[in-house]
């Protein structure tokens, strides 16, 4: 029996009981005032009447606050989980963002390097073209003959053609003339080293075109520079078609 107000005991177990009905609670408390004693049918009776004795230990005017006390003890840990889960979910996005972030910069700079590689290909392509157009030594240094040899004329090629470009320059030749500065096509008037046609095309680089292989030279060398980029890249255009 309670004296008083006095409290002889109260545990954890009871505010999980004062959570559960009041008409659980006051069945179990109506059950031991009764003088029962019958013992529980399996354990988790036994712990039910038991939490149910400890509840009733507590003063009527005292249950209310501890069915406060246990609510609020479930909502802070309702509340921790919550939190905890939060965190999680914050730390996983910021990982995930991280991931992102890093795939991206490795993209942007394997863009950038592709760019870089581009830039100097394309710069060191304009070298070559520019040294390809700079002929070592002009026509007009070369003093007039009243014939020349195929040697002499490859002398002269070799002298205004840049070194990189010689051989190039040297299988059109060739193939179109067989280095003949007077080569004539009886079919279609093609005329020179270069089988230019019409042959009046040699005049743009002099008027001595007809007597001065130099001329001719200089003529194919800018013919195929401005066409093609370089002798080398003619002649790759020459092979694949048999003509330029």
């Not at 179990?28 to 004693?37: H, M, N």
């Not at 609510?71 to 905890?84: C, E, G, N």
């Not at 795939?103 to 394997?110: G, H």
Request: aromatic share 8%; with cysteine.
């Amino acid at each position: 029996m309670l004296e008083g107000n006095r409290v002889s005991r109260i545990s954890v177990r009871g505010f999980a009981v004062a959570s559960a009905t009041a008409v659980t609670t006051v069945g179990a408390v109506v059950g031991v005032a009764s003088g029962s004693t019958g013992q529980p049918s399996n354990e988790a009776e036994a712990a039910t009447a038991s939490d149910a004795t400890l509840l009733a230990d507590v003063p009527v005017g005292q249950q209310a606050q501890v069915q406060t006390s246990s609510l609020q003890q479930q909502a802070q840990t309702q509340a921790i989980a919550a939190d905890t889960a939060a965190q999680k979910t914050a730390e996983e996005s910021a990982r995930k963002k991280a991931a992102e972030d890093a795939i991206a910069k490795q993209q942007d700079a394997q863009a950038a390097k592709e760019k870089a590689e581009q830039e100097a290909k394309e710069r060191e392509e304009a070298k070559k073209q520019a040294a390809s157009r700079s002929a070592t030594r002009d026509a007009s240094s070369f003093a007039p003959q009243s014939s020349y040899s195929v040697a002499q004329i490859q002398s002269m090629a070799r002298s205004m053609v840049p070194s990189g470009q010689f051989q190039c320059f040297s299988n059109i030749v060739d193939h179109e003339s067989s280095w003949n500065y007077k080569a004539v096509n009886a079919s279609s008037g093609a005329y020179g080293l270069f089988q230019a046609l019409p042959a009046g095309k040699y005049a743009s680089a002099g008027a001595d075109w007809q007597t001065n292989p130099a001329t001719q030279i200089k003529w194919g060398l800018n013919y195929m520079n401005s066409r093609y980029g370089s002798p080398c890249e003619a002649w790759s255009f020459w092979q694949a078609n048999h003509w330029y």
